[in-house]
């Protein structure tokens, strides 16, 4: 699997996705700079978490709108897939490539601590290494996770299946307690109507080795090598 990392200004993760799509995927990903305007062709690209631009006007505002996100923007419409992690979630909001908004965590507090989401459908490459209903567990790190979109929007989504993750306790249950930020029905990943873009603000690739406390987050990845292989 040919992948790409995009790294902005601020970004704290990428070095850390790098080493999970390396280790679980087999092949060194492209480290792609936010100023440049074309990256060689992959087959996966990477929006890592971090706080890109300082997060100044609103998180993921002006990474929006970098060089880069023309390319990216065009490739997710050819098909490509495009994985955002945390604020690359945020990110992918902005650009408007998925529905809906980050906002500040309810609690007005940052959130930074492992947390369960359940799996609401394996009919995706990025999830098709879990079981529908299956529970994981992975880090969150983020001040602006509180998931919004209007009634509608969120009827479409779940009509559609767009909705891939749910923050849940650990016996899978759908609770307000359980979610790190707020998130309106409890929405921890959606994904655009075709299923190649996925925004999510956990952290799989933070839980991709045992060393690390868990290993729930190596699935998303392996699941992306099979199907993009």
């Not at 940052?110 to 799996?119: L, N, Q, S």
């Not at 969120?154 to 249950?173: K, M, N, S, V």
Request: glycine share 12%.
């Amino acid at each position: 699997m040919r992948s790409a990392v995009v790294v902005f200004p601020g970004s704290n993760c990428d070095r850390d996705t790098q080493v999970a799509l390396r280790d679980v995927a087999g092949a060194e990903p492209h480290m792609v700079w936010h100023a440049e305007g074309t990256f060689p062709e992959v087959d996966l690209i990477v929006l890592p978490g971090g706080f890109s631009y300082g997060d100044y006007l609103r998180a993921g505002a002006m990474a929006a709108h970098s060089p880069v996100m023309r390319e990216v923007v065009a490739r997710a419409g050819r098909g490509v897939p495009v994985l955002g992690i945390c604020n690359g979630f945020q990110i992918l909001c902005e650009a408007g490539l998925l529905p809906g908004v980050l906002m500040r965590n309810a609690s007005l507090r940052f959130a930074g601590k492992d947390v369960h989401v359940r799996v609401e459908t394996s009919q995706s490459i990025f999830t098709n290494r879990y079981a529908a209903g299956a529970v994981a567990r992975m880090p969150v790190a983020h001040g602006d996770g509180n998931y919004y979109a209007d009634d509608a929007t969120l009827d479409r989504l779940e009509e559609r299946g767009q909705i891939a993750f749910r923050y849940c306790l650990p016996d899978g249950t759908v609770a307000a307690e359980a979610s790190p930020n707020g998130a309106r029905r409890n929405i921890a990943g959606v994904f655009n109507e075709a299923k190649t873009v996925l925004g999510f603000m956990p952290h799989p690739e933070r839980a991709c080795d045992p060393l690390l406390g868990g290993t729930d987050g190596r699935a998303m990845i392996e699941g992306l090598a099979g199907a993009l292989a």
